[in-house]
């Protein structure tokens, strides 16, 4: 899975998030599939230090971007999470400059914490 140049440093490689899921196993990758083409990965993690679960990692290949495959993953895993777990709300975050990625997510509910982690990222909580 690749992003555009524009978009690498906004998020880690596929291939890191998986090296990152074996090390550390509270993390929970997952391909994301149109019919029998992988077009994507997702990973969400129940943070140990927090005890919020965290929607960790979102990418879509280069090829399949601005088909809607980004809202519908994170719509799946929203659902995924509730349904297995029933949390109050999960967090996701961002890097400031990556504008699309705050409209989608404020698009699809949502909202920012007023919170900077990893130095810079700005987190998002959706409330269920």
Same mark, same amino acid.
């Given at each position: 899975?690749? +992003?555009?140049?524009?978009? *690498?440093?906004?998020?880690?490689? !596929?291939?890191?998030?998986?090296?990152?899921?074996?090390?550390?196993?509270? %993390?929970?990758?997952?391909?994301?599939?149109?019919? *029998?083409?992988? +077009?994507?990965?997702?990973?969400?993690? #129940?943070?140990?230090?927090? $005890?919020?679960?965290?929607? !960790?990692?979102?990418?879509?290949?280069?090829?399949?971007?601005?088909?809607?495959?980004?809202? #519908?993953?994170?719509? $799946?895993?929203?659902?995924?999470?509730? %349904? *297995?777990?029933?949390?109050?709300?999960?967090? !996701?975050?961002?890097?400031?400059? %990556?504008?699309?990625?705050?409209?989608?997510?404020?698009?699809?509910?949502?909202?920012? !914490?007023?919170?900077?982690?990893?130095?810079?990222?700005? +987190?998002? *909580?959706?409330?269920?």
């Amino acid at each position: 899975m690749d +992003v555009t140049e524009a978009q *690498e440093d906004f998020v880690a490689s !596929t291939m890191y998030s998986l090296a990152e899921a074996k090390i550390f196993t509270e %993390n929970q990758p997952f391909a994301i599939y149109d019919e *029998e083409q992988m +077009v994507g990965f997702i990973m969400y993690s #129940l943070d140990p230090d927090d $005890n919020q679960y965290w929607v !960790t990692r979102l990418l879509i290949d280069e090829k399949f971007q601005q088909k809607g495959y980004c809202s #519908l993953a994170m719509k $799946n895993i929203l659902k995924l999470i509730k %349904n *297995e777990f029933n949390p109050k709300c999960v967090y !996701t975050s961002f890097e400031p400059e %990556n504008k699309v990625a705050e409209k989608l997510y404020l698009k699809l509910g949502f909202l920012h !914490t007023g919170r900077i982690i990893d130095d810079d990222e700005l +987190v998002l *909580e959706y409330i269920y």
